[in-house]
């Protein structure tokens, strides 16, 4: 009986609750499409929240174990999520972090990772500092920068993306990324940094990123070269990268369906393809390859199973399609 | 004749049944029966699992992004235990992730009815209510938090400074009348962002600023070189006669009546020397409690400066005094105050050195326009054969008074 004492509002609030089905979805909207009226509730929460003014919460962080967000400890204790704003810091510590974006992408941040969590418009970006993240895309793009490197899951993936020092004396990053579901649009075909506006005022267009391969910046640079460091871009389906990288296999082993087209086309056109395959593979991002990212050189990866190829103002296959000043990330 | 035996020994069916299993079979039933009644008075309905696994299970749904599983977990939990407002704060959770902020909402507000004095269940809510952007509830919800477990502040903090706006609306309506909470806020917001200046302002404007903040502040404003108006806080809130200072003495804690405060600010700066000894000392002054005393160890031709203040002057003519007594301070080189003003105005009084009681020394100097500047206590190293000085000497009562 004491737990009927308050039945009235009790009632009240589960009548609401059962009274209010699933939010109901547009009939023929497509996921990641930038139509406006694919807004999902969530969106329209974040609109209505601009409107009076107020900050954006650009997703929610929870874990069992204490996080850092902007450098003061959070006790998951005290609450199971916490509100993110644009530009925070999270960092996780012994045990794994959940962010649930703004546009509803799940990331779990590994132990004693550390990302600046940022919205793009109607997505997000994460910078990641430190560490690695799992991360399970719904209906829009993730934006991802590893190391200088900007690696973009399309919508519907699922995989993750790591960061670690490599053993070498020149303290390169290795980002090892891989998709297990969906592929990557972009895998390092770009530089970015902690703001995201890098690769978003560049419009050269990509720089050299990708796997490259080697502790010596092995990047193809020269246009119309189909080398890359000590590897060759091989044929249709492979691209080889340095000797450290695992491009070839990775390409055969998880390439989707156009990964092969992509490379064989980047080769045929005479640009430098310097790429893991398909998602899986380890890109060495070392200061040379910074340096030639900046550059003019012009290679195209061969990861993202092909999404690169597509130049429809339309996307592809339902994607939003590449990156482009007619199709930039929505900052 | 053997088959008849064993076809003797054995029971039929019914003998089992009325017989010694009988009873076997009825404790099945009643065991099976009470575990039932205590499932049904215990239990969540869902999967038949304790509230709490239940919520676990929830929370798995919740984590793998399948959002509504957790809301028709999390209905379930709350409904089998709807006096347990964890529940209901969970489902607000899960709701709010799907976007059904209506709803979320009343489920946050019900566990809210349901132990108005939970900080946890307080704080979920001004989670969800920064969430969504209703930050006077948000920030009403924090303020009860921050008062029932102080332990939570720099959650709360974070929280504010994140999503709470301006700081005017965050010391109104997340704060409110505390100055200490106040306080602790200015000095959290100064830590990440000393730019930030309207959080000082909002806490000036409603008279809550305290010493501490004030002194973190004025060291700020040195910092930019922004003398003036760190003088001006200087004389509201830290100045020993915040009345006559910048009035009548230009000199703070003239008479070294409190110790100095380590820090950049307008008290008295004292750095430790090896050849001397530098003390505040009680049982000799010439007026109120205390002085400044000297003691040089005769070991080196000391070039001292190691006592010295900060000091804002505006435009005019300034006189410079302060009592001195010495006690067989040696060599030709005794002790002076000097100043240094802008605009190259200086003044040094006459050295002093032998044995005197207090006595008044003095010089002038005139200012043209308004700057910091620095008074020192200072012995310039001797060019004699003897040159190490040794003594004692004590200083009180400094003075910078315009001349009027």
Known sequence: ?331 | MAEGAVAASMPDSSSIIAGRWLPLAMSVLLAMLTFRSLLLENVSGELGLPPQRAANLAYRSLWRGDTDGAIRRFQSVAADDPAFPYRWSDLGSALADAGRNAEAQAAFEHALELTPASPQIALRAANFYFRTGQTPRALQLCRAVLRRLPLYQDMVFSLFYRFGGSSARVLEQGIGSDAELANNYFRFVHARDPRNESIWLSLDANSLANSTSARVRVQWLLRQSRQREAALVWKKYLALHKDDWLRKNFVDNAGFEVAPVPGEGYDWVVEASPVTRITRVGDVHSEGSHSLRIDFDGSQNVDFRNVSQSLWLEPGQYRLRASVRTEALTTDEGIRLQVSGPGNSSAVTESVTGTSDWHRVSASFTVVAAGPGQILLIRRPSTRFENRPRGSVWLDDIEISPVR
């Open chain 1, 1 to 331: 009986m004491r737990r009927l004492a308050k039945l009235p509002l009790f009632a009240t609030a589960l009548a609401a609750l059962v009274l209010n089905g699933a939010p109901q979805q547009r009939p023929g909207s497509r996921p990641g499409g930038n139509d406006p009226a694919d807004a999902t509730p969530a969106a329209a929460a974040e609109a209505a929240v601009a409107a009076a003014g107020e900050v954006l919460v650009v997703g929610t962080i929870s874990s069992t174990a204490p996080l850092l967000i902007d450098g003061v400890s959070m006790d998951g204790r005290a609450a199971s999520s916490w509100p993110l704003a644009g530009q925070d810091q999270v960092a996780s510590t012994t045990d794994a972090a959940l962010l649930v974006t703004h546009d509803q992408n799940l990331v779990i941040l590994d132990p004693f990772t550390e990302v600046r969590v940022s919205a793009a418009g109607r997505e997000t970006y994460l910078y990641l500092r430190k560490g690695g993240l799992n991360f399970e895309t719904r209906q829009t793009r993730l934006f991802i920068c590893a190391a200088g490197y900007l690696f973009v899951p399309e919508p519907l993936s699922t995989g993750y993306v790591r960061m670690a020092k490599s053993q070498a004396a020149d303290a390169t990053f290795l980002v090892d990324h891989q998709v297990t579901a969906g592929a990557f649009i972009e895998v390092g075909d770009r530089g970015c940094d902690e703001q995201g506006l890098a690769w978003l005022l560049s419009s050269a267009g990509p720089g050299v990123a990708g796997a490259v391969g080697g502790a010596a910046g092995a990047v193809g640079a020269a246009a119309g070269s189909a080398a890359a460091g000590a590897g060759a871009a091989a044929g249709a389906g492979a691209a080889a990268a340095g000797a450290g990288a695992t491009a070839a296999g990775a390409a055969a082993a998880a390439g989707t369906a156009v990964a092969g087209t992509a490379a064989g086309a980047a080769a045929a056109a005479g640009t430098a393809v310097a790429a893991a395959g398909a998602g899986i593979g380890t890109a060495a991002v070392t200061a040379g390859a910074v340096a030639a990212a900046a550059g003019s050189a012009v290679a195209v990866s061969a990861a993202g199973s092909g999404n690169n190829t597509c130049t429809s103002p339309d996307g592809c296959n339902g994607n939003p399609g590449p990156l482009s000043p007619a199709n930039p990330p929505l900052l």
